[in-house]
T-cell receptor, first 113, second 114 residues
C-alpha cells in the first residue's frame, strides 16, 4: 500500500511547454512538500503546505505553482519549462510542519529538451 | 543560513566492516536531525530521527549520535552488508517557524563490497 505516490514517474517534454506532477498521500498527514533534486543530487525544498495552506515558499521562479485541493493531494504545475528545470522532483508528507518524520514519494524525473 | 556538509562524498568498504558516516551543520539552533537512505532511482527512506535534546538513537545495526553544540552528527553502521549500499543523507530541521524546513547535505554514497 503506497504511502506517498507521484505521477508520472518520468516526464520528457520540450522547452516552453507546461506540465503538471501529481502527488497523493494516504497517511492522513497534514503537511506536504515539494523538493527538487538536481543533477548533482542536491535536495532542496521548494514548497510546503499545511492543511492546504502554503507555509514555505523558497526562492522558486513563479513559473512553478503548487496547488493543494485537499490535505491528501499536492500538485505541482510548471509553466514555460526551461532546460534548467530538468531534475527529479520529490513529494513528501509529514504529520505536522515541524519536527516530524518525512515520508517521500518515489520521485518524478523531469527531462526538458 | 543553515548549511549541512557530508564528507566524503563516496565511500567503499568491504563487507563486515563497521563504519561511521559524518555530518556537520553550521547553525546549532536545530529542532532535530534526520538520517535518510536513498537507493538509486528511488525516493528517500527515513532511518533515524534525533531530537535536539537527545544524544543518540538506535535502530537495528544503525546508531546515530548528535552533538548539537559542535554541529555534528554521525551515523554508525555495524557489520556492513552489500544491501547497505546506498546514498545516506543527513538533514536538519530548523526551530518551529519560518526556518522549520529540512536542510539536506549532499549525501555520502556508500558501496559495500562482498
Amino acid at each position: 500500500d503506497t504511502a506517498v505516490s507521484q505521477t508520472p514517474k518520468y516526464l520528457v517534454t520540450q522547452m516552453g511547454n507546461d506540465k503538471s506532477i501529481k502527488c497523493e498521500q494516504n497517511l492522513g498527514h497534514d503537511t506536504m512538500y515539494w523538493y527538487k533534486q538536481d543533477s548533482k543530487k542536491f535536495l532542496k525544498i521548494m514548497f510546503s503546505y499545511n492543511n492546504k495552506e502554503l507555509i514555505i515558499n523558497e526562492t522558486v521562479p513563479n513559473r512553478f505553482s503548487p496547488k493543494s485541493p485537499d490535505k491528501a493531494h499536492l500538485n505541482l504545475h510548471i509553466n514555460s519549462l526551461e532546460l534548467g528545470d530538468s531534475a527529479v522532483y520529490f513529494c513528501a508528507s509529514s504529520q505536522g510542519p515541524t519536527g516530524y518524520w518525512q515520508y517521500f514519494g518515489p520521485g518524478t524525473r523531469l527531462t526538458v529538451t | 543560513k543553515q548549511e549541512v556538509t557530508q564528507i566524503p562524498a563516496a565511500l567503499s568498504v568491504p563487507e563486515g566492516e563497521n563504519l561511521v558516516l559524518n555530518c556537520s551543520f553550521t547553525d546549532s539552533a536545530i529542532y532535530n536531525l534526520q538520517w535518510f537512505r536513498q537507493d538509486p532511482g528511488k525516493g528517500l527512506t527515513s532511518l533515524l530521527l534525533i531530537q535536539s535534546s537527545q544524544r543518540e538513537q538506535t535502530s537495528g545495526r544503525l546508531n546515530a549520535s548528535l552533538d548539537k553544540s559542535s554541529g555534528r552528527s554521525t551515523l554508525y553502521i555495524a557489520a556492513s552488508q552489500p544491501g547497505d549500499s546506498a546514498t545516506y543523507l543527513c538533514a536538519v530541521s530548523g526551530i518551529p517557524g519560518a526556518n522549520s524546513k529540512l536542510t539536506f547535505g549532499k549525501g555520502i554514497t556508500l558501496s559495500v563490497r562482498p
